[in-house]
């Protein structure tokens, strides 16, 4: 019954509301951090209460199974890190969802045909070590251990150090072992106003982290024409960013920068700003940043400065399975089937498996920020609908492991 849905839901969400919230609402889930890993003991003890054992792959990414004990067949699942003073949805809907899924399934005296594992994966967002989607790119090859071992947090703390081994890296067998995944997500803008909607493709995106290079000097006694202020030639840069962004119908944003020595009476010596660039396909994106790097460039030596770009986190365009869309679009009541600009685990899956996500309205459109919100109405429509996709995927699945063929 929907009334009893809606209150579990209510029930489990409130379980993790209090869970790594800072005083203005938002959320300090980075990865590995004492909230996250309360959260990563929250999953235990959700899957321990349904008979689901527990497994991780050595990269930081957890799978609990409702099936033959082995991880496998249809995979779903999300993320519980967060952005710096992130939502609460952005993730951990995904994993409430499929585990409340799986009870609705069960209520039902459904019985999967294949497996069904709900995933956790690690580091989604890249908020502490850069690198967005970290857990699944290791889990698929997409990015070496040892790189990944070495990248550092804030705080100087490498991968390595946190973990205490290098991550295992690629498990292209156990990554076979999956028919499909499908992420249930919060969308992330304004673009759905059904309660749920199938999700077509990913806009590509990337990290650039730009370093620029001046002078360091006094505020007070350095002549306006003999300074070699970076602080310049990086406000240059975010309003040059914008520009080309708008030009070409895609997102720049800068959103975090760093100044040395960030005093207020000092000239900065360096600036360094992170550039966060996304477009509706790759040619798009890579002339945009290509542009962006040649004006900045040129401003730089009119400043007397240097300026580097260094790509940290680059993800290509990702169309999900179109088949697969839409046969769960038909499934669903014909619900929208939308492209989105955020980034998921479920793109860098769908390199290696056919992949799909379902998104639950977001009514004001926020995300990333304390304000982002769904209804209980919502995401209980998410719930089910989710359920209905598990049960017509682990009962007929989208590969044929003996011939290896993906089926529409
Ligand atoms: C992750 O949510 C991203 O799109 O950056
Ligand atoms: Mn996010
Ligand atoms: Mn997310």
């Not at 809606?6 to 959320?27: C, K, M, N, T």
């Not at 350095?222 to 030639?233: E, G, I, K």
Request: aromatic share 6%.
């Amino acid at each position: 019954m929907v009334s009893d849905l809606l209150h579990s839901f209510r029930e489990v969400w409130a379980q993790l509301s209090g869970i790594g919230r800072a005083p203005d609402g938002g959320y300090l889930r980075f990865a590995w951090s004492p909230a996250e890993i309360e959260l990563r003991d929250w999953f235990h003890a959700q899957a321990a209460a349904r008979d689901m054992p527990v497994t991780s792959d050595g990269n930081g990414n957890l799978f609990a199974t409702w099936g033959d004990g082995e991880p496998g067949g249809v995979l779903t699942g999300s993320h519980f890190d967060s952005v710096p003073h992130g939502g609460a949805y952005d993730g951990p809907l995904g994993i409430v969802s499929a585990f409340l899924a799986v009870d609705v399934l069960r209520s039902r005296g459904f019985q999967p045909v294949r497996a069904i594992t709900v995933a956790a994966f690690a580091e989604e967002e890249g908020s502490r070590f850069g690198v967005a989607c970290l857990g699944s790119r290791l889990l698929t090859g997409a990015i070496d251990p040892e790189r990944a071992a070495a990248l550092t947090d804030r705080d100087g703390l490498s991968l390595g150090d946190v973990l205490g081994v290098v991550p295992h890296g690629a498990r292209p067998s156990f990554v076979a072992r999956f028919d499909a995944y499908v992420e249930l997500h919060v969308e992330q803008g304004r673009a759905l106003g059904s309660p749920v909607g199938v999700a077509s493709a990913i806009w590509p995106h990337g990290r650039w982290r730009f370093d620029v290079e001046g002078e360091g000097n006094h505020a007070g006694t350095t002549l306006m024409s003999d300074r070699r202020d970076p602080m310049l030639t990086y406000a240059f840069t975010v309003l040059a960013a914008n520009k080309e962004a708008r030009l070409r119908g895609g997102h720049a944003t800068v959103g975090r920068v760093e100044v040395v020595p960030n005093a207020t009476n000092a000239i900065p010596s360096g600036v360094r700003g992170w550039l966060d660039a996304r477009a509706a396909d790759d040619e798009t994106l890579a002339a945009m940043v290509e542009a962006l790097a040649k004006k900045a460039t040129e401003r730089a030596g009119r400043d007397g400065t240097a300026i580097r770009f260094t790509a940290e986190s680059t993800t290509g365009e990702v169309r999900f399975d179109e088949g697969l869309a839409a046969r769960l679009a038909t499934l669903l009541g014909d619900v929208p089937v939308l492209p989105t600009g955020a980034g998921h685990d479920a793109g860098v899956l769908s390199a290696h498996l056919p992949t799909a996500m379902l998104f639950v309205r977001n009514p004001t459109g926020v995300s990333h920020a304390p304000a982002e919100s769904a209804t209980d109405d919502d995401c209980a429509a998410g719930v089910l609908a989710l359920a209905r996709v598990l049960e017509e995927l682990s009962g007929r699945p989208l590969v044929d492991h003996d011939e290896g063929v993906a089926r529409a």
